[in-house]
């Protein structure tokens, strides 16, 4: 069993913050301060740049993609970081559709997230030629998917409301219409058990500041599966994702499977974040933090819906049909969200009505959850929320 209490006590949780916004920037491990120090005067301050050799910061993408991988369900070596997720988004999608070179359909839904959307219609502009986006409500995702399709592009767990689509389906459904899946694992990487490999995912892709807590700016992640590794070209075709960087051929030639998905230099600096972030990780079993959070989110769901009538479950109740937060809609929701973050329990708001609470047990417990839900009665019941200081929206909500 996963020992929750201990992984609790890594990381750092400023005194009178209960913290239910993990699953859009984790908070700081403890041990990552000291690791990034280490970094920065040990590694770069005293190696310069020999640190790439002496210290192994070139094979860091790879060593904690795997570490990542893991989590993820991937097989070893088929894993790597870089860039941030919009980028990943974009070099999956282009490398998948020119595998289905004779279709010209991107299919995705409305629960997903803005940038994967942009990401998509810009690829669909630049290439002209017919390509084009579909997308259409989540729940239609399965009954559209035809033999134009080149590519699903799904988010797994949706950002505002947790809604959680049927991987294994959905990647199912499109394979037998010939096409390929591209699954996003921003709120799936860390929140919820993701078999990748078991579950037939062409590429997955996802990053790791959120519930993997590896900082503000935290690399992303892509992976390929095996079967794809030494077709996909990686659209970014950057010189560290060249097979022999270090000619500086005028010539590209992708690197051996994954490594052709790396484009410039790594972020070392964050680097060293994520991996003391990640060992947090070791200790844990995703089943276990799975039922753990299921838990925790029912506790959430039944103390708030019992003591804030005005507040409307978004979440689907149904444990296998949903993610690792719970969200509720209320015409205020920012000003409510504003009041409660005053008060030291920090979810955030998502446009236009959602309160969105992040349950996340490395470092939530019962305490945390009934004190959360009995700050946001309290708030509710006296009108605190009623107020021009929650109203005016932050540049960063
Ligand atoms: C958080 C999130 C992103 C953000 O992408 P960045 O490039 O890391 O800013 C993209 N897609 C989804 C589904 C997300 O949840």
Not at 271 to 298: F, H, I, Q, S
Not at 305 to 317: H, I, N, Q, S
């Amino acid at each position: 069993m996963t020992d929750f209490s201990a992984t609790h006590a890594k990381f750092h949780i400023p005194d009178g913050v209960i913290y239910l916004d993990g699953n859009s920037l984790g908070p700081l491990p403890v041990a990552a301060p000291e690791r990034m120090q280490k970094m920065m005067t040990a590694e770069w301050g005293q190696s310069l740049i020999g640190g790439w050799n002496e210290h192994g910061w070139m094979a860091m993408p790879r060593s904690l993609g795997d570490r990542i991988g893991r989590l993820i369900g991937a097989e070893p070596g088929h894993t790597v970081l870089g860039d941030t997720l919009s980028i990943k988004v974009f070099q999956a999608l282009a490398a998948a559709i020119r595998m289905r070179p004779d279709r010209r359909v991107i299919l995705s839904d409305t629960g997903n997230f803005p940038s994967d959307l942009y990401i998509a219609e810009g690829l669909v502009d630049l290439l002209g030629d017919g390509y084009t986006l579909k997308t259409v409500a989540p729940e239609e995702v399965e009954g559209a998917i035809d033999d134009t399709v080149a590519a699903i592009l799904i988010t797994e767990v949706d950002y505002r409301t947790g809604r959680r689509h049927d991987m294994a389906r959905l990647t199912r459904a499109a394979h037998d219409a010939g096409a390929l899946a591209i699954w996003d694992l921003a709120h799936s990487a860390g929140a919820l058990p993701v078999r990748v490999a078991a579950e037939g995912a062409d590429f997955a892709v996802g990053c790791t500041y959120k519930y993997l807590n590896s900082g503000p700016g935290g690399p992303a992640f892509i992976y390929v599966a095996p079967r794809h590794a030494e077709q996909a070209k990686p659209a970014l075709a950057g010189w560290l994702g060249h097979d022999r960087p270090f000619d500086f051929d005028l010539r590209y030639t992708p690197g051996a499977g994954i490594e052709r998905m790396r484009v410039g230099t790594p972020p070392v600096l964050q680097m060293a974040a994520l991996e003391a972030a990640l060992d947090v990780w070791d200790g844990v079993d995703m089943d276990d933090l799975r039922a753990r959070a299921l838990e925790l989110g029912d506790r959430f769901i039944a103390g708030v819906e019992a003591a804030c009538p005005d507040l409307v479950l978004a979440t689907p109740r149904d444990h296998a049909s949903r993610g690792s937060q719970v969200s509720f809609r209320h015409p205020d929701a920012y000003a409510i969200m504003q009041a409660l973050i005053a008060r030291g329990v920090v979810g955030d708001f998502r446009a236009p009505d959602i309160l969105r609470f992040g349950i996340t047990p490395l470092y939530i417990g019962e305490a945390e959850i009934d004190a959360a839900g009995d700050t946001l009665a309290a708030i509710l019941r006296e009108g605190a929320w009623d107020d021009p200081a929650f109203r005016t929206r932050k540049a960063v909500t």
